[in-house]
């Protein structure tokens, strides 16, 4: 969806310092939380057309292999999860490699393709209380940096909450900051239980509904942080990212990492479009 205005109000560029508790409650981490880039939600309104269906290059870094932790934020993960965190541990798991991650590998950067290599260091949960509102980036960013205040480098945070979607317009988002100086991508997930909004079409896969959408949306952020990480890489000329050009559309069969399936929109490829190529023109899921 649109890239630089936002259905909710979101901090941009924001300089914020806070304490860290226990062991380290001296030290005090600096975080820096770019915008956020939001997954519209079905019906919500999005930017304009664009001018050319082709995505842009924009001269910043793509991912060149990607390591994963997620985040499961919120009192009621460690009572009442349901399948959904074994089953995003699984989706990280098995995503790497696969030839839906290769969908986003023609994307380039001065270093060189996109790569489809993604590692899983497994989650963690924070029983604290999420938000009970669409929280800023900032406040992702620090949840990050609670758990992880000297994160990997370029490694991507996914934070998982319990709250439900609400008013929201979008399931989903996108972004990029800084810890310490360290630089870290990082994306946010409302629990999309029985959420019509957000819903690709029920319980598919063998996973519960919540997973299944889930599931969907997860892959959506992944592939933009793989082909535009800090915002400023690959999109379309009104702002659209590459899991957006091809969002609420999916192919005839189900996406497989391995033993596990995944009902999961595709995404947009230049290279598809071109040749008249895709289960629509310009979106491809690797099936």
């Given at each position: 969806?649109?890239?630089?205005?936002?259905?909710?109000?979101?901090?941009?560029?924001?300089?914020?310092?806070?304490?860290?508790s226990?062991?380290?409650a001296s030290k005090?981490?600096?975080?820096?939380?770019n915008?956020?880039?939001?997954?519209?939600?079905k019906?919500a309104r999005v930017g304009?057309a664009s001018?050319?269906?082709?995505l842009?290059?924009?001269?910043g870094?793509?991912?060149?292999?990607?390591?994963?932790r997620?985040?499961?934020?919120?009192?009621s993960?460690?009572?009442s999860?349901?399948?959904?965190?074994t089953?995003i541990d699984t989706?990280?798991?098995?995503?790497?490699g696969?030839?839906?991650?290769k969908?986003?590998?023609?994307y380039t950067d001065?270093?060189?393709?996109v790569?489809a290599?993604?590692s899983y260091?497994?989650?963690?949960?924070?029983?604290s209380?999420a938000?009970?509102?669409a929280?800023s980036t900032?406040?992702?960013?620090?949840?990050?940096?609670k758990l992880?205040?000297?994160p990997?480098?370029?490694g991507?945070?996914p934070?998982?909450?319990?709250?439900?979607?609400?008013?929201a317009?979008?399931?989903?988002?996108h972004?990029?900051?800084?810890?310490?100086?360290?630089?870290v991508?990082f994306a946010f997930?409302?629990?999309?239980?029985?959420?019509?909004?957000?819903?690709?079409?029920?319980?598919l896969?063998?996973h519960s509904?919540g997973?299944?959408?889930?599931?969907?949306?997860?892959?959506?952020?992944?592939?933009?942080?793989?082909?535009d990480?800090?915002?400023?890489?690959w999109y379309?000329?009104?702002?659209?990212?590459?899991?957006?050009?091809c969002?609420?559309t999916?192919g005839?069969s189900l996406?497989?990492?391995g033993?596990?399936?995944?009902?999961i929109?595709?995404?947009?490829?230049n290279?598809?479009y071109?040749?008249?190529?895709?289960?629509?023109?310009g979106?491809?899921d690797?099936?």
């Amino acid at each position: 969806m649109w890239r630089r205005a936002s259905l909710i109000s979101v901090l941009s560029l924001a300089l914020i310092s806070l304490g860290v508790s226990g062991a380290t409650a001296s030290k005090r981490d600096v975080l820096h939380a770019n915008t956020a880039h939001e997954f519209a939600a079905k019906g919500a309104r999005v930017g304009g057309a664009s001018t050319s269906p082709n995505l842009l290059y924009h001269g910043g870094p793509v991912q060149h292999g990607s390591s994963v932790r997620a985040i499961f934020w919120g009192s009621s993960w460690p009572t009442s999860a349901g399948d959904k965190i074994t089953g995003i541990d699984t989706f990280y798991n098995g995503v790497g490699g696969t030839n839906y991650a290769k969908t986003n590998t023609e994307y380039t950067d001065s270093v060189g393709n996109v790569s489809a290599s993604v590692s899983y260091a497994g989650h963690q949960v924070d029983s604290s209380a999420a938000p009970r509102r669409a929280p800023s980036t900032s406040a992702v960013l620090a949840e990050v940096a609670k758990l992880y205040p000297s994160p990997t480098p370029g490694g991507y945070y996914p934070v998982y909450v319990d709250t439900k979607r609400g008013h929201a317009g979008y399931c989903a988002w996108h972004s990029s900051g800084t810890i310490n100086g360290i630089q870290v991508q990082f994306a946010f997930f409302f629990n999309l239980d029985g959420d019509p909004g957000c819903d690709p079409g029920g319980a598919l896969g063998g996973h519960s509904q919540g997973l299944t959408a889930l599931g969907n949306v997860t892959g959506h952020e992944l592939s933009e942080m793989l082909t535009d990480p800090r915002l400023n890489a690959w999109y379309d000329s009104s702002g659209s990212e590459n899991a957006d050009k091809c969002a609420w559309t999916f192919g005839s069969s189900l996406v497989s990492f391995g033993s596990s399936s995944w009902k999961i929109q595709g995404n947009w490829s230049n290279a598809a479009y071109n040749s008249n190529a895709g289960y629509q023109p310009g979106c491809i899921d690797g099936n």
